[in-house]
């Protein structure tokens, strides 16, 4: 069975400050796909960015960067220089590495960051 | 041109009732999804089209059935609802299993 955590229910920043989303994964595949979704105040899903298992690579991509551990499972989420706009749910997502037509998302609970002024 | 449409955005209803939810993408992308999300935010899917053909269909209760008349259609119609179904519902697509997927804005089904 495959299980995403994200421990930070909540995080509140100051304007500027960077911070870090924590994201740990479980899963018995030896190839998945991680991902990372924002949802803004208005509801809607956006997708971020999908990283494969072999690549360990770290990603950026503009003030966010993705730091991939497959050592400790970890696939976090850095905002750097955190403005208002980035205020929102941010949920990691696993899904195993699929040949197939369809694939399902197993959804972390979420971390809600609040950015202030 | 939005990407993956769902209408209502807003469904309000009584218990008992049957309602539909639409869904349209235009992405050109062969698989479709249901997700539901429930008041603590957790997401978690229930069906899954490629091509019209039904490929995932979680633990959900029978009174929940999708219906895809076409690659770029996937449609949940929900019988005798219930107050537990009161959540927001996404549409979602994507290529293959392994591509990201693509959401609606939601639909937030509330029953009275």
């Known amino acids: 069975a495959q299980k995403v955590t994200q421990a930070q229910t909540e995080i509140s920043v100051v304007e500027k400050e960077d911070v870090t989303l924590d994201c740990v994964y479980e899963t018995r595949d030896t190839t998945y796909y991680l991902f990372w979704y924002k949802q803004p105040p208005s509801g809607e899903l956006v997708f971020l960015i999908r990283r494969n298992s072999f690549d360990e690579q770290n990603e950026i991509s503009g003030r966010y960067s993705w730091n991939f551990q497959k050592s400790t499972s970890s696939f976090n989420f850095t905002i750097t220089a955190s403005q208002v706009v980035d205020s929102a749910v941010y949920f990691c997502a696993l899904t195993r590495d699929s040949t197939g037509t369809a694939s399902k998302l197993t959804f972390g609970t979420g971390t809600r960051l609040q950015v202030t002024l | 041109d939005t990407a993956v449409s769902q209408t209502p955005k807003y469904l309000v209803t009584q218990m008992g009732n049957d309602k539909s939810i639409k869904c349209e993408q235009n992405l050109g992308h062969d698989t479709m999804y249901w997700y539901k999300q429930d008041s603590k935010k957790f997401l978690k899917i229930m069906f899954s089209?490629?091509?019209?053909?039904?490929?995932i269909n979680e633990t959900v209760p029978n009174r929940f059935s999708p219906k895809s008349p076409d690659k770029a259609h996937l449609n949940l119609h929900i019988n005798s609802l219930e107050l537990g179904d009161s959540a927001v519902y996404f549409c979602?697509?994507?290529?293959?299993?392994?591509?990201?997927?693509?959401f609606g804005d939601g639909t937030r089904l509330s029953i009275l």
């Open positions: 979602a697509s994507s290529q293959i299993g392994n591509q990201p997927q693509h």
């Open positions: 089209y490629n091509n019209k053909e039904l490929i």
